[in-house]
T-cell receptor, first 116, second 111 residues
Framework: NAGVMQNPRHLVRRRGQEARLRCSPMKGHSHVYWYRQLPEEGLKFMVYLQKENIIDESGMPKERFSAEFPKEGPSILRIQQVVRGDSAAYFC??????????????FGPGTRLTVL | RKEVEQDPGPFNVPEGATVAFNCTYSNSASQSFFWYRQDCRKEPKLLMSVYSSGNEDGRFTAQLNRASQYISLLIRDSKLSDSATYLCVVPNGGSQGNLIFGKGTKLSVKP
């Protein structure tokens, strides 16, 4: 059973370009979470999705950031017009059931975004 | 009080030492807690879950004090491979299940 998969592992973009990060949850998991970790900081929640639904996006910046989890395919975190402050590690996690504090979230290896 | 606050570290200890990390949380309604381990430039991995007063797994013991809103992690007989950053994690008090992470405490075990 493959773990959570994220790609690309490293992404370099110039200011103003778009960054697209992908996450495939563990088999059987239908709940996906995205977190961002700035250098020397803790992980910060961004968004929680189920298939075709955004459940909680309270941690998402109001502009330039969007997320989706279509019926088929991976979850996508999209950052438009990237700025240097977007440089961070973006981790995706999945769980078999959502909304439950008792469910372990399994993390993917992360995508390290560098904005030049 | 910050949502989740940890000892700043770093902790530099010799092999075989016992080391303890502390964590305080602000949401008194939290029912469960986690310690994750994160190696340099890697993803967090669950180390222990704490649902009642505490939990023990081999050399690792987690304790919870709800009255003081305080969680601790004790590592006995530390190994070189224990070197990592230890993250105190508390589920969001709402119903959505997202996690609130502390900044982490860095542990370095020396030979």
């Amino acid at each position: 059973n493959a773990g959570v998969m994220q790609n690309p592992r490293h992404l370099v973009r110039r200011r103003g370009q778009e960054a697209r990060l992908r996450c495939s949850p563990m088999k059987g998991h239908s709940h996906v979470y995205w977190y961002r970790q700035l250098p020397e900081e803790g992980l910060k929640f961004m968004v929680y999705l189920q298939k075709e639904n955004i459940i909680d996006e309270s941690g998402m910046p109001k502009e330039r950031f969007s997320a989706e989890f279509p019926k088929e395919g991976p979850s996508i975190l999209r950052i438009q017009q990237v700025v240097r402050g977007d440089s961070a590690a973006y981790f995706c996690a999945s769980s078999p059931k959502g909304g439950g504090a008792l469910d372990e979230q399994f993390f993917g290896p992360g995508t390290r975004l560098t904005v030049l | 009080r910050k949502e989740v606050e940890q000892d700043p570290g770093p902790f530099n200890v010799p092999e075989g030492a016992t080391v303890a990390f502390n964590c305080t949380y602000s949401n008194s309604a939290s029912q469960s807690f986690f310690w994750y381990r994160q190696d340099c430039r890697k993803e967090p991995k669950l180390l222990m879950s704490v649902y009642s007063s505490g939990n023990e797994d081999g050399r690792f013991t987690a304790q919870l004090n709800r009255a003081s809103q305080y969680i601790s992690l004790l590592i006995r007989d530390s190994k070189l491979s224990d070197s990592a950053t230890y993250l105190c994690v508390v589920p969001n008090g709402g119903s959505q299940g997202n996690l609130i992470f502390g900044k982490g405490t860095k542990l370095s075990v020396k030979p």
